[in-house]
């Protein structure tokens, strides 16, 4: 008798106790909703976020929410937002007692699954920020987040231009070890920590400024083993050579590369969220550009930058050991002003080493030093090492060009600088000169034989040559000869050349080398402009 009492006693108890506990979870589950509306709804006016249903169980210590939405809407018209959507976000091994006793959010795994992201052209090209009020009204539940792991599968990234929408990419995203101090009062990439970041993009297409797009086939970044990869990177302008020139008014460079692919080692990943790329070694290898200009359009009388500030408009801070560009091959195609036909130059097997690559100053190392080599037009080869001060941006160029074929030259020589190279061979030019951002001194030292150049001169019947007498030309402007027993004064000319701050730097040096070539001829020499 008094056994069955005890159990009646026991069931009544465990019934209770489950009654209980059944209540209880539904409460705290109930409340635990009320609290994730509630924080969601302190977004409002400039972010709108919700989801579909909630599953928590505080027996496994998850939590899932289906169907979230997240919608940024920072100048509150409704016209221009990003939106991000996840099928899922899963939550588990949530740390329920240190989030009551010390408001600190900790869990084992966020998961959010066929991630949905839709980013608005408008608002990336102006960058809205939102009021310090809206900061300042936060109330959050917790002060600091631990997370041992966030994945982000099945990512899709896209643009939105009015009612056009383009893919970005596609991936996956991994973080390890993520931490967020003071989640409750502020947040920036600078108070962001995390263990390991891995991430695998695919198909990338971004639309640039100006008539440009990107594509990228494969984007790879481990923090752990610190390196980076992207594959097969193409700039492809979405106007004709001639079109862009004539969409813009001006003179532009119309540029066509593809870049097999880059290879980044010793980078730290941690660095980037504080605006610094610090690497050992980054490699281009297999890039292929061609650049094209209509000069018959007017010209920009913009100020160009020279070396240094285009180093300094990075808006990241450099510090890489070593870059090197491989194998690269670079074709410049110009309409010449007057003229019918275009002239062109192509370097191929361009090889390019910088140590280091920076764009400030330090103690140590105030000094870039450059190490270029290539073929000119299959029939000839130019190497140079080059100085750039970090202190004042000027430029020591030392180098030669070798054994050049220069009737290789006349796709540039007859269209872009009329004149015919009947022949000749370019043995060696050496030169060294200095280039500030006003002026660039220095000398050329040459040796060529069997030159023999003709002026030619636009006609209606095309080019044609000029009327200069061949004697007068052949012996006396430009001697057929000037070899190694000459004496060096009569094979010297001397570089004294103003910059002109409106032309690119490119023109700018290969300018001030015409400019001594020219100056090592008695009577002078008319090279293309």
């Not at 009569?490 to 290969?510: A, M, Q, S």
């Amino acid at each position: 008798m008094k056994k069955r009492k005890w159990i009646r006693w026991a069931v009544w108890v465990i019934g209770i106790l489950l009654i209980l506990l059944i209540a209880g979870n539904f409460i705290v589950k109930s409340a635990i909703e009320k609290k994730l509306q509630a924080s969601l709804q302190q977004l409002r006016p400039y972010v709108q976020a919700g989801f579909s249903k909630a599953h928590i169980n505080l027996l496994t210590a998850s939590v899932q929410l289906d169907s979230v939405y997240i919608k940024y809407d920072p100048e509150l018209k409704q016209q221009h937002t990003h939106t991000l959507q996840f099928s899922s976000a899963v939550i588990t091994d949530i740390h329920f007692f240190k989030l009551i006793l010390h408001k600190d959010f900790s869990a084992g795994l966020l998961s959010l699954k066929n991630t949905d992201i839709q980013l608005d052209h408008h608002l990336l090209n102006h960058n809205n920020s939102l009021p310090d009020s809206f900061y300042a009204r936060m109330q959050l539940p917790f002060k600091n987040v631990s997370l041992n792991t966030i994945e982000i599968k099945n990512v899709k990234i896209s643009q939105r231009n009015n009612a056009k929408l383009s893919n970005i990419c596609t991936g996956n995203i991994l973080l390890k070890n993520v931490f967020i101090p003071a989640i409750d009062t502020v947040l920036t990439t600078d108070s962001i920590r995390f263990g390991n970041i891995v991430c695998d993009l695919q198909d990338i297409n971004y639309q640039l400024k100006n008539y440009y797009s990107v594509q990228l086939k494969k984007f790879h970044i481990n923090s752990r083993d610190s390196v980076a990869a992207l594959d097969s990177l193409k700039l492809m302008p979405q106007l004709g050579k001639y079109e862009m020139g004539q969409r813009l008014g001006r003179q532009v460079d119309h540029i066509n590369a593809a870049v097999k692919n880059i290879e980044v080692s010793g980078l730290d990943v941690k660095q980037l969220l504080q605006k610094k790329f610090i690497a050992r070694q980054i490699s281009i290898n297999n890039a292929n550009a061609y650049v094209f200009r209509d000069r018959r359009l007017p010209r920009s009388k913009e100020k160009q930058p020279m070396p240094l500030d285009y180093l300094k408009q990075i808006p990241y801070g450099m510090d890489v050991q070593r870059f090197d560009l491989n194998n690269a091959t670079v074709t410049s195609e110009e309409f010449p002003g007057e003229g019918d036909h275009t002239g062109y130059i192509k370097l191929e097997n361009v090889n390019i080493t910088m140590k280091p690559l920076r764009n400030y100053a330090t103690k140590t190392n105030a000094s870039i030093n450059s190490f270029v080599k290539a073929s000119i037009m299959g029939a000839g080869n130019i190497q140079a090492d080059i100085n750039l001060s970090m202190t004042d941006g000027s430029s020591r160029i030392k180098g030669a060009i070798d054994e050049l074929h220069l009737t290789a030259m006349n796709p540039s020589a007859e269209n872009l600088g009329k004149f015919h190279i009947e022949s000749g061979i370019l043995n060696r030019l050496d030169f060294e000169f200095t280039a500030t951002d006003t002026k660039a001194t220095g000398q050329i030292v040459g040796v060529y034989h069997d030159l023999v150049i003709d002026r030619l001169k636009i006609t209606k019947d095309g080019l044609k040559k000029a009327s200069v007498p061949g004697f007068l030309l052949h012996k006396v402007i430009i001697p057929k000869n000037k070899d190694a027993s000459l004496d060096v004064k009569h094979r010297t000319g001397k570089i004294d050349f103003e910059r002109d701050p409106t032309r690119v730097v490119t023109f700018y040096y290969l300018k001030a080398l015409l400019d001594g070539i020219r100056d090592s001829f008695a009577l002078g020499f008319v090279l293309p402009s």
